[in-house]
Every structure is written in C-alpha cells, then in structure tokens.
T-cell receptor
Framework: GQQLNQSPQSMFIQEGEDVSMNCTSS?????WLWYKQDPGEGPVLLIA?????ELTSNGRLTAQFGITRKDSFLNISASIPSDVGIYFCAGPFLMLAGGTSYGKLTFGQGTILTVHP | NAGVTQTPKFRVLKTGQSMTLLCAQD?????MYWYRQDPGMGLRLIHY???????AKGEVPDGYNVSRLKKQNFLLGLESAAPSQTSVYFC??????????????FGPGTRLTVT
C-alpha cells in the first residue's frame, strides 16, 4: 500500500529557530495535508495543499506541495514554546465504491517537535 | 458548532469486558472514521463509513465492530476487550466532496486501558 515517509522523526530546537520537515511518497498524491497534534489532544488540520508547486501559509507556518507530487514540506518560522507537538503529513488515496470516489488518508509517522525556551 | 466530539475521554476495562465508544459530529459530514494511535505506530484506521447505514474495514479491524445508524454518529464497539487494545482512539469526519473533501477533522480522543 501507499506509505508516507516523514523526516526527521524528532527535532529539538531553541525558541526562535526556524524548523523544516518533509514528507515523501513513492506514489503521486493530488492533495497533501499537514496536521499538528498537541499532547493529549486530537490532530488539528494546519494546512491543505491541492496543486503541485503550491505554497500556502498559515501564520508562521508555510507548506509546499512538491512539483513531482511525491513530496511536501512544512516550515515553521521563529518557533515558540507552543509549537511543541507532533506534526503529521497525510495524503489521500482514491478508492471507488459503487461509482463514488472517496479518499482514505495515509499518515506519515509524525515529527516530534520540542522547543526549548 | 462543536465539531467532532467523543465520549468517554478515559476508560479502564478488564480483559473480556465490552464497551462502546461514541463519536458525534455536527458538520453534516458524510464520511466518518475510527483510528487508533499507539506509540511509534502513528494513526491506524480501524473502520470507516461513507454514509449512514454503511461501514467498511480499515487496516486493523479485528476485535472491533462499528455502526452508523445516524449520519451524525459513529459507534465503535469492543465485544471482548484485550490488553492489545490499550490505545488512544480517535474519531474523524470529512465531507467527502471533491472540493476539500479529503480534509478530516478529528475528535479529542478516548484513552482506553485494558488490564
């Protein structure tokens, strides 16, 4: 099945530093999603990308849909302590059932971010 | 607009006991999903539903059953709990439409311990 490889697995940074993480796949995706999970909470959608080459920002977060459609990148600028959490990439693979297309998400393993004040 | 809610938040079961986890969404989403999350394993899909009255198996369905009698609710049942089912369970929903339909919205999770 489709797999997403997310790197790095973990990062320890100082407050104020920029962060970069990426996600790669052996298959082409038409959509890339980035989620953040705070400790003890459910994943929250940060950014959705729908077009190859697309660059989208959400505050200090910027995500890019790779031109090959097999990768995506998430950058966080000027990190702060509340950026701590696990960041997941996700992409759908289409399935057909009764003539209706729908997507189940494949998730990366996550990048654990720790920010030291 | 509460989004996706889950009950209970925490539960401890003894081996062999049964329980039902309830998920509710108020976004009128067609699709709903149940995941489990274990350390080092990421999110794994247990069962999902593409509409009221429908259910389908995900990656790790064994030991679980689901029902979607109403569009807004998706129930996950454990008939005979096992220690291997100790995990954090998340429910999610998505609209399923072509425009933004892949975006899944998650509940806060249920932490289950089976002793």
């Amino acid at each position: 099945g489709q797999q997403l490889n997310q790197s790095p697995q973990s990062m320890f940074i100082q407050e104020g530093e920029d962060v970069s993480m990426n996600c790669t796949s052996s298959s082409i995706f038409n959509t890339w999603l980035w989620y953040k999970q705070d400790p003890g909470e459910g994943p929250v959608l940060l950014i959705a990308l729908y077009k190859a080459g697309e660059l989208t920002s959400n505050g200090r977060l910027t995500a890019q849909f790779g031109i090959t459609r097999k990768d995506s990148f998430l950058n966080i600028s000027a990190s702060i302590p509340s950026d701590v959490g696990i960041y997941f990439c996700a992409g759908p693979f289409l399935m057909l059932a009764g003539g209706t297309s729908y997507g189940k998400l494949t998730f990366g393993q996550g990048t654990i971010l720790t920010v030291h004040p | 607009n509460a989004g996706v809610t889950q009950t209970p938040k925490f539960r401890v079961l003894k081996t062999g006991q049964s329980m039902t986890l309830l998920c509710a969404q108020d976004m009128n989403h067609e699709y709903m999903y149940w995941y489990r999350q274990d350390p080092g394993m990421g999110l794994r899909l247990i069962h999902y539903s593409v509409g009221e009255g429908t259910t389908a198996k995900g990656e790790v369905p064994d030991g679980y059953n689901v029902s979607r009698l109403k569009k807004q609710n998706f129930l996950l049942g454990l008939e005979s709990a096992a220690p291997s089912q100790t995990s954090v369970y998340f429910c999610a929903s998505s609209s399923g439409t072509l425009a933004g339909g892949y975006e899944q919205y998650f509940g806060p999770g249920t932490r289950l311990t089976v002793t």
